[in-house]
């Protein structure tokens, strides 16, 4: 994130604290009010659940706003009134309940609603001394992998650079870990580094704040080895000889890990428009996808638009109970898998465990710190992704399955129909795979296709849609891209693949690539467009394999105008 990013979100959540501030100052003149008119006889039947709510806003968002005091005092004020609240308008009226209410409320409270303010006043003071403090920078991802390799044997890591090229890695090497250090870590997004430099210099690791994915490489393959570099914060181990495939799958497997780890679509439901923009910015601040929903009954329509990872909704927003809304998206089976999180100050455990039995998935009790709320999110939206992959991912490759990557060329035909542009819908096939499983086995051959997910993965945009459509077949969606533009980037894609080297009994061999392509808006349906693209690959594999072949001008099936 820019500096000028982080000062302008700095500035947004300063402008927050004050509006925090003045509504804060309104709350407690009403309670001063309600407590005047209590003292002199005239208390009104909604006066205690007017006092009920002001209390808990402040308590549910005073500390997030930096009055901590203020949020305590507030939170004990508010069970004293609770049980109060949960009387009805009858009893409220029922003069003997008053008089039961003003024994309860004695002196005390008088005492108590006036210290609010005088709260509010000395913390505001105390902030405005303290300067401010540099916003957390949220790590911008490179668009390209960048791999550090960190061995003494310059000549040794050059090689290996060069055969992670052709995974579609992009290498630079060290001799030292403390010059990989120098160089800085910020845009890395994987380390290879030999074992015995972890082993010796890895304690310059500990002193940084972040660092990239770690695999180290070394000829002992041991418990106590292994042990040794689990000390030092390696992420993984592989033995010598190398096998490159291998290790580049690895590095794609936990940079991916990594990358989601800090990824998600939070959508947050909440009345109080401070609190609401607040985590908003926060959360966005950290690189998360935010959508607000300040008015409750949006909330179906922003949900099928939006489709969150989670959803982080308050307990009581006016009319609208937390609980009921969480039973009420349940109703649809699409959303029953979805994480909702409530956020209330309500500290009871045995309300937190009723609400939780209404469709709520966890509880985070308000006030929240501003990285606790960061952790919370980040872990559940992680999980929430990975459950996610379970049910549209394949396995293997981690990309889309067949049926998902059938859906998304269809919404991006429709897209294309909508707008009136150009997109490529491809067909890619490993040449001659039945021969690499019989000659090597199924276990290389998987080696194999995840070779190509991953080459296909680094070398295509991440606007790109990737499947796989069944065995060694894959099907991607080039939006905004012409059949020559797609052309030349499959033909890359193809001259990469045939140069890398992989190993099955103790041989080397090398697997090519054909790919067949069509223009997606020149045909009425994605079934006519997929049949097309597999079409023109088939004429590929007639006309010598690895390579791309687009489809013809000929008059084909389904076409717009034919």
């Not at 890695?169 to 845009?187: C, M, N, P, Q, T």
């Amino acid at each position: 994130m820019s500096d000028n990013k982080n000062s302008e979100v700095a500035r947004k959540l300063e402008l927050l604290k004050l509006r925090f501030k003045e509504k804060a100052t309104q709350d407690i003149a009403l309670l001063e009010d309600v407590v005047d008119r209590f003292n002199s006889g005239r208390l009104r039947a909604d006066d205690i659940s007017t006092v009920y709510h002001s209390l808990h806003r402040l308590a549910g968002s005073a500390g997030t706003f930096g009055y901590g005091a203020l949020g305590e005092e507030a939170r004990s004020l508010e069970n004293l009134i609770k049980p109060l609240a949960a009387m009805g308008e009858d009893q409220l009226n029922d003069t003997l309940v008053v008089e039961r209410i003003r024994a309860r409320l004695d002196q005390a409270l008088i005492a108590r609603v006036a210290r609010l303010s005088q709260l509010l006043s000395l913390e505001a003071a105390a902030a405005d001394r303290v300067q401010p403090v540099e916003t957390r920078v949220a790590r911008e991802q490179a668009d390209d992998t960048e791999i550090l390799i960190v061995d003494p044997d310059l000549d040794w890591a050059r090689g290996l650079a060069r055969n992670l090229e052709s995974h579609g890695l992009s290498a630079d090497v060290f001799s030292s870990l403390k010059a990989a250090i120098e160089h800085g870590l910020d845009r890395v997004s994987g380390l290879v580094v030999r074992d015995s430099l972890m082993l010796g210099e890895g304690h310059l690791m500990r002193s940084l704040p972040v660092r990239p994915p770690l695999i180290s490489i070394g000829a002992e393959d041991s418990f106590d080895a292994r042990y040794r570099l689990a000390e030092r914060g390696v992420d993984g181990f592989l033995s010598e000889p190398l096998d490159i495939p291998v290790l580049a799958d690895y590095l794609e497997r936990l940079i991916m890990e990594r990358a989601e780890g800090s990824a998600g679509r939070v959508m947050i439901v909440d009345d109080d428009p401070e609190l609401l923009e607040h985590y908003g910015l926060v959360l966005e601040e950290s690189g998360l996808e935010v959508r607000r929903v300040n008015n409750p009954a949006i909330i179906l329509s922003v949900l099928s638009e939006f489709r969150p990872d989670i959803v982080l909704m308050d307990v009581q927003m006016g009319a609208h109970s937390g609980p009921n809304l969480a039973r009420m998206l349940r109703y649809d089976p699409e959303w029953l898998g979805l994480p909702i999180i409530f956020l209330s100050s309500e500290e009871d455990r045995e309300f937190q465990v009723d609400a939780l039995a209404e469709g709520g998935d966890d509880f985070l009790t308000k006030p929240i710190s501003d990285s606790l709320l960061l952790r919370a999110v980040t872990v559940r939206c992680y999980r929430a992704r990975q459950l996610d992959k379970l049910v549209s991912r394949d396995s293997l490759t981690g990309l889309l399955k067949h049926s998902v990557i059938k859906s998304e060329v269809g919404k991006e035909l429709a897209r294309c129909q909508r707008l009136g542009q150009q997109s490529v819908v491809a067909m890619l096939d490993l040449d001659h795979f039945k021969q690499v499983n019989d000659c090597y086995g199924h276990r290389t051959g998987d080696l194999v296709i995840k070779g190509l997910a991953n080459l296909l993965r680094h070398r295509l945009r991440k606007s790109d849609v990737i499947g796989r459509y069944g065995g060694e077949e894959f099907m991607v969606a080039l939006p905004d891209c012409s059949v020559e533009q797609a052309r030349v980037v499959f033909q890359s894609v193809c001259d990469l693949m045939s140069r890398i080297s992989f190993t099955g009994g103790n041989k080397e061999f090398h697997v090519t690539l054909s790919v067949g392509v069509a223009p997606l808006e020149d045909y009425v349906s994605d079934d006519d467009a997929i049949e097309a693209a597999d079409k023109a690959l088939y004429s590929r594999k007639l006309s010598g394999r690895n390579g791309v072949t687009a489809t013809s001008d000929e008059s084909q099936p389904g076409k717009v105008g034919n």
